[in-house]
């Protein structure tokens, strides 16, 4: 017998049979339990926190799965998870072969669409309520995106199309967790938002229409203008309006007596509706109530306390390194500027934003928007530092090629999480920077193997005077002292091991994993060279001709195999001519399919980007 109300819960039909006085109660154990699973797993906290009470009443009201609730990022969606017969694997969040952190559409039927990205959320909907008219199978599409996805281009992209039809059946609940329209929840808005989703209030501005409309089009225009006016006044809704979607709200996201009549009326509307609800990040537990910024993804902590488990020390994060070697640069060069996409504390911008706060911009969720901001200051001649995790850089790669590389403009572009990202798995793997960058002209590529070589890059970067981009990972550096921040001569590898049995060119941090590969393997009796690529474009000719003088060539790098740091020595192989004697070649890297979650120790033994399976490769190549 269930000793809890969540216990009882397999699935939303076991959700709907409940009464709603039990929804508050629910609501308790269920924040409990996503506070007792993530001090134990890590993961993001305050968001799913902040939804608790609006994930119990959409699926309470709406028949999902038949009815697609889609989450925006989908950070959130641990309380959606325990509701939809993924709580008793819950424990394995984030795991290698366990449950995702981000909506998984091969999880579970009740996550209708997968996400990691922000503010795509609008657009699968209105796909999915498209297809649905097409179908006319009559089921709902529920988009839930938060104020700060509501930043991006896109989600205006999708308002626009989705507004522009009447007939599109599609809900978009607006969830605002910043509180910055907190004053107008309350029992005005509340009673507003019921009247408005109501059935008399429909069926009398629809009788009233008909009825101006046969006396005079000129009334019923005025009376529109006249109705915009007043609800511009009493709700802060009049953009959505002008959109083509009818508002409601804003009320709040915690109380059900407001929460549920509302859900209850809209469902029955089938026309472009915005519900704004309004939430409290990290509610039910006061340390990310306080704190939402810290508390939003967190390592393990004790539930009670609120206190993170802290790490063993060792090493700064490679973030740290770029963030203290760009103030170290920006304090002697006061063209430096720096370039965040909602991700200040991510990149490590913080302390320049504190340092130089008028050099410092957040454009807010909007890559695409950053990336051609970033081409306009340095088109006035400002040296533009653009910091950006791989995996968002993608959604920017036009204005990349269009506003910056065409234009030989000289921005900087730090790739922060380049490779395998480890818990957040494949929709935040750094896994395609390397060959969808490696083609496009003007275009400088560099990957450094520890901090001081970050640091150099830095150096040279800012002194380049065209587009220049430094990819590297995430976890810590190598903690060695440092040095002066030297700029390195464009397209220069190191050689770190000599050796004429074989050659190991590295990219990046895994320039040490082939050395230790090639220590072992020297006891084996085969001498490796091993060689730190630095640059992946311009490549170094000299390193190429030196490697391929030992008739063996092992490339690594996690990166796409495919059009990476392998391709492009392949390719150069092939401009030298030096394919004729016979060279073996493989290349090591990311294979041509999406990465699981896992560690980034797990994943790398997994694909063979260890000491131990780069040594096994070179072994196999020369069998």
Not at 264 to 290: C, M, Q, W, Y
Not at 497 to 505: S, V, W
Not at 584 to 593: A, E, Q, T
Request: proline fraction near 5%; charged fraction near 20%; hydrophobic fraction near 40%.
């Amino acid at each position: 017998m269930p000793t809890s109300l969540l216990q009882s819960i397999d699935s939303p039909t076991d959700l709907r049979k409940l009464p709603e006085s039990d929804l508050p109660k629910l609501a308790d154990e269920l924040r409990q339990f996503i506070i007792q699973t993530v001090s134990k797993t890590g993961g993001h906290l305050g968001a799913g926190l902040g939804v608790v009470d609006l994930t119990i009443a959409l699926h309470y009201i709406f028949n999902t799965p038949d009815d697609r609730l889609v989450w925006d990022v989908g950070h959130q969606c641990y309380p959606h998870k325990a509701l939809t017969g993924r709580r008793d694997q819950l424990h394995t969040l984030r795991q290698k072969d366990g449950v995702s952190g981000f909506t998984k559409r091969s999880e579970s039927i009740y996550d209708p669409f997968g996400a990691g990205h922000s503010s795509t959320s609008i657009s699968a909907a209105l796909g999915m309520a498209a297809a649905a008219r097409k179908q006319k199978s009559g089921n709902k599409a529920i988009a839930v995106i938060g104020d700060g996805a509501m930043t991006a281009g896109m989600a205006f992209e999708a308002l626009n199309n989705a507004g522009h039809d009447r007939r599109n059946d599609l809900v978009v609940v607006l969830n605002d967790n910043e509180m910055s329209i907190s004053p107008n929840v309350g029992a005005l808005s509340s009673y507003l938002s019921k009247i408005l989703s109501g059935d008399a209030y429909n069926q009398i501005k629809t009788g009233a229409g008909t009825v101006l409309e046969r006396l005079s089009p000129t009334l019923l225009d005025a009376a529109r203008r006249a109705e915009e006016h007043m609800k511009g006044m009493l709700i802060p809704g009049t953009l959505f309006e002008e959109l083509g979607f009818t508002y409601f709200g804003p009320i709040d996201g915690h109380d059900y007596q407001q929460l549920l009549p509302t859900l209850r009326n809209i469902k029955r509307l089938t026309r472009p509706i915005l519900l704004h609800v309004v939430t409290h990040k990290g509610k039910g537990f006061a340390p990310a109530e306080d704190n939402p910024c810290t508390y939003h993804g967190v390592s393990p902590f004790d539930p009670d306390t609120g206190v993170m488990q802290k790490s063993a020390g060792g090493p700064p994060s490679y973030t740290k390194v770029f963030s203290d070697g760009l103030i170290e640069l920006a304090a002697s060069n006061p063209k430096i500027v720096a370039i965040t996409a909602a991700m200040m504390e991510g990149t490590g911008l913080s302390a320049f934003q504190k340092r130089f706060p008028e050099r410092f911009h957040d454009v807010g969720i909007a890559e695409q928007h950053a990336v051609t901001f970033a081409g306009g200051m340095a088109a006035e001649g400002e040296i533009p530092v653009c910091a950006i995790y791989s995996t968002f850089f993608q959604r920017a790669y036009d204005q990349f090629v269009h506003d910056v590389a065409l234009q030989n403009l000289p921005v900087i572009f730090a790739l922060d999480r380049a490779g395998l990202v480890g818990a957040d798995g494949p929709t935040h793997a750094g896994a395609y920077d390397l060959s969808f960058l490696r083609a496009i002209p003007n275009t400088t590529i560099m990957a450094p193997s520890d901090e001081n070589e970050l640091r150099r890059m830095l150096a040279t970067a800012a002194k380049l005077g065209k587009p220049a981009v430094i990819r590297y990972p995430r976890g810590n550096a190598l903690g060695l002292e440092l040095e002066p921040m030297t700029p390195i001569p464009v397209g220069s590898a190191r050689q770190l091991r000599d050796g004429a049995d074989a050659a190991i060119l590295a990219v990046g941090e895994h320039a040490h994993a082939a050395l230790a590969a090639a220590n072992t393997l020297a006891d084996e009796g085969i001498n490796c060279a091993v060689y730190d690529a630095r640059f992946i474009k311009p490549l170094d000719a000299a390193m190429v001709r030196a490697a391929a003088k030992t008739g063996t060539i092992l490339t690594v790098e996690e990166n796409a195999v495919m059009g990476g740091f392998g391709s492009a020595v392949l390719e150069k192989l092939s401009e030298e001519g030096l394919l004729a004697g016979g060279v073996r070649f493989r290349s090591l890297g990311i294979p041509d399919r999406f990465i699981p979650q896992g560690s980034q120790k797990e994943l790398r033994a997994e694909l063979g980007l260890d000491a131990e399976g780069i040594a096994a490769a070179m072994r196999a190549l020369r069998a």
